[in-house]
């Protein structure tokens, strides 16, 4: 071995190594999740991960029925009105749970709100810097991560269980292995809707996402033969000016803050 | 030395030197996982939460309570390395509720993740990261039952958390 050998050795060895890291960074291409849909099906799942950009604004009527430990039945219907990037009001107009119907998520684009009604109180959360920082989530299927499952901020910090619908960016991330399906094409709440059947490990799901946003409209989900959750809106509009009122903080002389824990 | 053996030998050096600087780059900035092995109790109602052995848990076990809106727990993870960045939570294939997570370093931040939800079961969710990377010295990651707005009365899972971190 000459003096040479050791120095391209070393330099080649450098180089490797900073493309294996800088792989690891940026996502390896063989990182990809084994998402087992092509054609039109790939079409519409990529529709969910750009969701987002294609409404600015939001409103519509959700009746949503989770299951719970013992298999019952709980409906709510939910009022939600959005606009981006991170404004909200979201509140239960009914519900089987009187108590739900007491709470209320608002947005102001700062700080988000959960006001409630019965005791006039709220507390209150500063939004984190992340929630406008969207170049993690997947913007196609060749993106999305082997083993990590990215949400729209928004969705997360708002703390509503409609807001996944509203925010269908993790719907194409399901567990490798996992497979997608176009059932046909249906109409829910006047719009026309691509019915989607997706079969993981432990799920079965029914998604009907509207075509021009990839907002998912109605949607079914059991496991194990046990119905886990059952949604779909009653009426959706888009695009259309909502009210800045409406994503106003809580009068102040009316509710007292509660600490946040 | 013939030709054959430098070059095989070169060869090796260059593998060892690319695998010393991933194992340096990995050392540096994780990811890093802590498990449930040993919650800390933070405020609420008190009590550990319940251990459950499943495969469906990373390591083959998690630790459980249940939703509720009366008598709220929080436990937190142990605390992270400095420069703590990005933070994610495991979701485990039998996950049933609604877990609301909140990062505490120098601010907080509290996001919500429906472990029943198809997509979260059997991956890392990501929750979010630190708004304060290059000053903050570590933080804690904490889980609460609180189900508002959510259908009570099942499991809230606590597995493992995971993180990077960007000196």
């Known amino acids: 071995m000459k003096q040479k050998d050791w120095m391209a050795s ?8 900073i493309v294996i890291v800088a792989l690891q960074v940026f996502g390896y291409p063989s990182q990809a999740k084994n998402v087992q849909a092509a054609g039109e099906i790939e079409k519409v799942l ?28 709980h409906t709510d219907l939910i009022s939600i009105e959005v606009e981006q990037p991170l404004k909200a009001n979201v509140s239960f ?26 005791n006039l109180s709220y507390t209150e959360s500063t939004i984190p810097g992340f929630a406008m920082k969207l170049n993690f989530i997947p913007q196609s299927l060749a993106d999305v991560k082997k083993d990590e499952v990215y949400h ?10 409609i807001m996944e619908y509203v925010y269908p960016v993790w719907f194409a991330q399901a567990r490798s292995g996992s497979k997608y399906q176009l059932l046909g094409e249906e109409t829910v709440a006047g719009r026309t809707t691509s019915k989607v059947e997706l ?19 109605k949607y079914f989900q059991d496991s194990d033969g046990q119905t886990i959750v059952e949604m779909e809106f009653i009426w959706v509009q888009f695009n259309k000016k909502i009210d800045s009122q409406k994503f106003s903080a809580p009068d102040k002389t009316k509710y007292r803050q509660s600490e946040n824990q | 030395m013939n030709t054959a053996k430098r070059f095989s030998i070169s060869i090796v050096i260059a593998l060892l030197t690319a695998l010393s600087i991933t194992f340096v780059a990995q050392a540096i900035s994780g990811p890093y996982t802590i498990t449930e092995d ?21 390591g083959g076990y998690c630790a459980y309570k249940l939703g509720t809106t009366s008598s709220v727990s929080w436990y937190r993870w142990e605390y992270t390395a400095a420069h703590t960045y990005q933070i994610y939570a495991y979701g485990p294939t039998i996950g049933e509720s609604v877990a609301k997570y909140t990062w505490k370093d120098k601010n907080s931040w509290n996001v919500t993740v429906n472990q029943a939800n198809a997509a979260n079961k059997g991956t890392w969710v990501y929750l979010g990261f630190s708004d304060y990377v290059s000053t903050n010295t570590g933080g804690y990651l904490t889980l609460n039952t609180d189900c508002t707005g959510w259908t009570c009365g099942k499991k809230v899972l606590w597995d493992s958390m995971r993180y990077t971190t960007n000196p």
């Not at chain 1, 070393?10 to 190594?17: F, V």
């Not at chain 1, 947005?107 to 006001?115: E, H, L, M, N, T």
């Not at chain 1, 079965?204 to 509207?210: C, E, K, L, M, N």
């Not at chain 2, 040993?38 to 990373?58: F, R």
Request: with cysteine; hydrophobic share 35%; glycine share 6%.
């Open chain 1, 10 to 17: 070393i330099i080649s060895g450098l180089i490797l190594g």
């Open chain 1, 46 to 73: 990529t529709k969910t991960l750009q969701s987002h950009k294609k409404w600015s604004s939001f409103q519509g009527e959700a009746q949503l029925t989770q299951y719970d430990a013992d298999n019952n039945p």
């Open chain 1, 93 to 118: 107009k009914a519900s089987d749970d009187k108590e739900k119907t007491n709470n209320k998520w608002v947005s102001d684009g700062v700080k988000i709100f959960r006001v409630d009604d019965k």
């Open chain 1, 152 to 161: 729209h901020p928004f969705e997360m910090l708002l703390s509503n269980p």
């Open chain 1, 199 to 217: 079969i993981t490990e432990t799920d079965h799901v029914i998604a009907w996402i509207d075509q021009e946003t990839g907002v998912i409209l």
């Open chain 2, 38 to 58: 040993t919650l800390y109790y933070v405020s609420g109602a008190t009590g550990l939460p319940t251990t459950l052995s499943s495969s469906a848990c990373k």
